[in-house]
């Protein structure tokens, strides 16, 4: 068996809440990416220019909102339990709150005023909740293909 490298030794692990926030940016950098390109292409402007500032744009939505749902989450952790079938109650909740918290912070420094704080709100909870709705669902079929190959497996090996 190969030994680790220095490198991998001295490599700190990321805590789980970091890493949950860091795999949900990369999707926010793609997607502000394409809407900028397309942008850009629809008013005949520069592909490039549109394409990375739309996509930092996105990622610092998504590092407000993901940022103040693991917040939210952690705070109401001893609130969130596990059903029979390994969902967790009230993650859409949790998704649904941390919106609204860093939409109204977003919302209020793009507007330039506390009041507009109340439409960022309404539109991140919306969104927020959506995308817990959307992570609910893939966590669930995931489990559900992991079940699938797991018996598929047992029924070989038999």
Not at 58 to 67: I, K, L, N, R
Request: charged share 20%; hydrophobic share 40%.
């Amino acid at each position: 068996m190969a030994q680790p490298s220095s490198a991998e030794e001295d490599r700190v692990p990321l805590p789980p809440w970091i890493d949950h926030i860091g795999s949900r940016l990369l999707p926010c950098l793609l997607v502000g990416s394409a809407s900028g390109a397309s942008l850009a292409t629809l008013r005949n402007h520069s592909v490039r220019f549109y394409a990375i500032s739309m996509g930092t744009s996105f990622m610092m939505c998504g590092t407000a909102v993901y940022g103040c749902e693991r917040l939210v989450s952690w705070g109401m952790s001893d609130r969130l339990s596990v059903d029979e079938n390994g969902k967790i109650q009230g993650s859409v909740m949790t998704h649904a709150i941390g919106g609204a918290l860093g939409g109204g912070a977003i919302g209020s420094i793009f507007r330039r005023s506390p009041w507009g704080a109340i439409p960022g709100a309404a539109m991140f909870a919306l969104i927020g909740a959506g995308l817990g709705v959307c992570e609910d669902s893939w966590r669930d079929y995931c489990r559900d293909q992991r079940e699938l190959r797991e018996s598929e497996n047992r029924s070989r090996r038999l």
